[in-house]
């Protein structure tokens, strides 16, 4: 197990009230921002379970929005985010739901905008850490703590071969799936560097590979 | 420089001739390849949060978003404007503090998880409390958050501090304990006595169940922070009096965490039991929560 540090344990410095409900809430919707990475037009926030019950009090409403607005989890806006400038960008609602196979503070963010309709699915995991689960259809796992490489390409053999392969720094963690064999099949590869626009490039080239995104991780 | 330190053991083992704070942040330098005046300054960060926080949370009686709480720090304030608290002037802004760090909190001020946001109040209160009460300087503060975050680091390792793991005896009763080790730092004690007041008063803190009314970090939150900011003092003074915990500070916290285990899911954050399903507590959730 990762040993956490001193500075794990005195911080974040954040607006409250709950690490949760209202820091995690913030750092989801900071990633929702990254993997979109493109003008939102509108967005539903879909809330399940606790974050449905007890969103609300704990602000963790006002926390998706002001993440997807790209704000800091200790940004004073949050707060007043609904009366604020900041938040007339883009339309937004919130959906409540209650379904037991879900985490107990799970997000779905359907989201709108130039690059077409996305839906990202995450969840508040405890003491501020967060773990995106879904995009689209694919299964993924990403924590915000890495820069990580998201491709969608046909299911052919190799194919992690050649990604690897150009890329030149020390992959953290791979985690891929897949529709059914020979179909599209989605991978994300957490990095401890980063990589530059060459590398994309390069991705973007490959045979049978039809789309690369490139999530920078949370400031922490 | 031993990497990783992971029981009180190995601390006090390697704590030869220094103390918990210098080996603390050689350690915490040398892993995240950073200098000790780096790390130092990462920690004084927190430091300033923390006082701003209590500024803050002084001057404002504005309620939570459920209207739940909110204005009980203002009511202690007067409270000592009027009758000076039977234990003196440190005892007042302890708890003050406490109040505003908390109170600031809930109404979605800025704030430091320390090590939860649900128990960041006791932590400061103790220590910005007595820095002004005895004139500690700043570099003293900062050896004493170190000193309070290298506790919490090696309790953590053994339990997750969330209530929803191990219920409230790992979050407020952990910032207890590191509190107790802070101002046991504080005031000069030494290895042993350092280690001895964490124990003391986490060992006194087992059992203590989370049980959130509405779900929410407020009750019985709010009022808890103060309370086991005194608590805190209480175990450094008896610490400092060379007083030790019969139960070795490693195996304390081997029963917090096999206590965790065996508390019910039903006290563990689901406000399903406990204060939380009390007749007016089913009262306040109808009006919340609707
Ligand atoms: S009672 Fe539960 S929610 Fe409240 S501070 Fe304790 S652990 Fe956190």
Redesign the interface.
Known sequence: MKQSTIIDIISPIMAGPSSSHTAGAIRLGLMAKNIYNGKIKSVTFRLYNSFALTGKGHGTDKGLLAGLLGLAVDDSRIKNIFNSDIAKQFDYNYEYAQDFNRHPNAVDFTIDGENGRMIISGESVGAGEIAIRKINDFTVKLTGKYNTLLLIYKDVPNMIARVTNAIHINIASLNCDRYAKGEEASMSICLDGSVDDKVLDFLKNIKNVYFVSYIKKLES | MEK?I?TFEELKNICNGITVYEA?QLR?AE??EISVAE?RS??K??LD?MKEAIKNGLKSHEM???GMCGDDCERLQKRFLRHHALLGRLFEKITTYALATIE???????????????S?AI?PSVLVGVSEELKISEEDQINA??T???V??II??KV???G??AGCQAECGVASA?SAAALTQMLGGSVDEILNAMALAMKNLLGLTCDPV?????IPCVKRNPFLAIHAVTASELALAGIKSKIPPDEVIDALEQTGKLMSPLLKESSQGGLAKTKTALELEKE??Q
């Not at chain 2, 704030?111 to 939860?116: K, Q, R, S």
């Open positions: 990783t992971s603390a915490e892993l995240s790390f990462k920690v960060k927190s949060a939570s978003i459920s600031e909190n809930l109404r979605m001020g800025k704030i430091v998880a320390c090590p939860t946001a649900g960041c932590v958050l170190i309070a975050g290298e919490g680091r953590s390792n997750a501090l969330a929803a793991v590191m509405c779900g929410l970090v407020e919340f929560l």
